[in-house]
């Protein structure tokens, strides 16, 4: 059995729903994160001083938030008990929240989550905040914070057990009885489509120039995919139908039994 770490969003992570637990066991998941921030200073917070009642009733999302704004995801990806990391960027949809809290500067992914938790621990001590994106950064500052992100994620493992899932919104969906529609806010499908576009192109070329010895990263490349309008989670472009998530597993399955790398 080959032991995952998926390090993205329920992409990477549902795969391994359509897999068998024979090939695969996931170890360690750890979502709602942007590579671009993990290597900044996090805001010390530990998940057991918090009111799970005015978060949220899902512990695991609170629990990830916790990761996120403590920055401590990097530590836990040192630590994994692993053999492959499974990764994708679609978490870079979400934009971010900055808050200035006794002159020092902290920068987290803002979620519902997060929203709760800053109006009732944090919104009295704060001394500034606004809400920014990654498409405010220079592509030099992208590659930057992406570079210590994977730097860091390469002491844990080898470039080639790497996967990378590079996959964007859907435009359209279906149903159970085949009716294909078109998602509704076509703009922002655009708009995240086209960031995830340039944060991809970046990224490869990271992981490319860390290749070494004739070893490269693995990537799964999808496009077109179609979203699914009865996905357990919901009608959302990032949710797919099972077609997808099954092709995808059969390719993480070939790059771990034949060690095959492909360089982009």
Sequence with gaps: MIKIFTFGSCISRDIFNHTSEEDFHVTLNIQRMSYALMPLEGYPLKYEELDMEYLDDFPWEVKMMVTEVSKSCLDMAKEADADYVVMD????????????????????????????????????KVSGYRELSIDEYTDEEVKKYFEKSIHELLKRFPIDKIIMIETYYAQNMIDDDGKVSEYEDKQEIVKINKRLERLYGIMKQILNECSEDGKNYNLIKCEDNMGYANHKWGPFPAHYTDEFYINAGQKVKEYCSIGKSGLI
């Design 89 to 124: 960027l679609i978490e870079e949809r979400f934009d971010f929240a900055e808050f200035v809290i006794n002159n020092s500067t902290y920068r987290c992914v803002k979620t519902g989550h997060f929203e709760n938790y800053f109006n009732k621990y944090l919104k009295d």
